[in-house]
T-cell receptor, first 111, second 113 residues
Framework: GQSLEQPSEVTAVEGAIVQINCTYQTSGFYGLSWYQQHDGGAPTFLSYNALDGLEETGRFSSFLSRSDSYGYLLLQELQMKDSASYFCAVRDEGGGFKTIFGAGTRLFVKA | ETGVTQTPRHLVMGMTNKKSLKCEQH?????MYWYKQSAKKPLELMFVYNFKEQTENNSVPSRFSPECPNSSHLFLHLHTLQPEDSALYLCASSGGGDAYEQYFGPGTRLTVT
């Protein structure tokens, strides 16, 4: 079956760096995305990797290794507002729109 | 605001009721999606429409009936639902082709009694 695995919870302190891993097993692969969702809010797009390597967007970076079917989201200089759920998602068709999401990682940032 | 609106935000319905969820996007996108989000489970893709044509139906029970009259509007018609259908229903949109970023609405919290 198709699945994405990510840790259910991560806890870190303000100012720290945290890495959220995602491994995937899908029939196709056309990119790994990350979304953030605060309690009661809608998922919002953070980053996308189609090719191997690191993509940096401000305090957030995302990495992809297609040979390992693995990626991660790196959050630096953690702030309390970063407490949220983070989802990885794989688009498994090139011209289509089928997207498979992981169950999400709940990040708790402590003072 | 993401440019995707959903109504109602909360809905409580009995198993014999018929109701509809509405989604509207103001982003000029071509593709629209329905997702189901249950606690501690991955977002489940239900349906995808591209230029009003359904491109994905992820084995969704027939008690959920989507409708896409144009590229800006998407409906989910509900009838004879089960308590396990209680969840957050999210609508999303994206550009066509290789556009990968999806914009989500705030969702409708559905409770089936």
């Amino acid at each position: 079956g198709q699945s994405l695995e990510q840790p259910s919870e991560v806890t870190a302190v303000e100012g720290a760096i945290v890495q959220i891993n995602c491994t995937y097993q899908t029939s196709g692969f056309y990119g790994l995305s990350w979304y953030q969702q605060h309690d009661g809010g809608a998922p919002t797009f953070l980053s996308y990797n189609a090719l191997d390597g690191l993509e940096e967007t401000g305090r957030f970076s995302s990495f992809l290794s297609r040979s390992d079917s693995y990626g991660y989201l790196l959050l630096q200089e953690l702030q309390m507002k970063d407490s949220a759920s983070y989802f990885c998602a794989v688009r498994d068709e090139g011209g289509g729109f089928k997207t498979i999401f992981g169950a999400g990682t709940r990040l708790f940032v402590k003072a | 605001e993401t440019g995707v609106t959903q109504t109602p935000r909360h809905l409580v319905m009995g198993m014999t009721n018929k109701k509809s969820l509405k989604c509207e996007q103001h982003l000029g996108h071509n593709a629209m999606y329905w997702y189901k989000q249950s606690a501690k489970k991955p977002l489940e893709l239900m349906f995808v429409y591209n230029f009003k044509e359904q491109t994905e139906n992820n084995s969704v029970p027939s008690r959920f009936s989507p409708e896409c009259p144009n590229s800006s509007h998407l409906f989910l018609h509900l009838h004879t639902l089960q308590p396990e259908d209680s969840a957050l229903y999210l609508c999303a949109s994206s550009g066509g082709g290789d556009a990968y970023e999806q914009y989500f609405g705030p969702g409708t919290r559905l409770t089936v009694t």
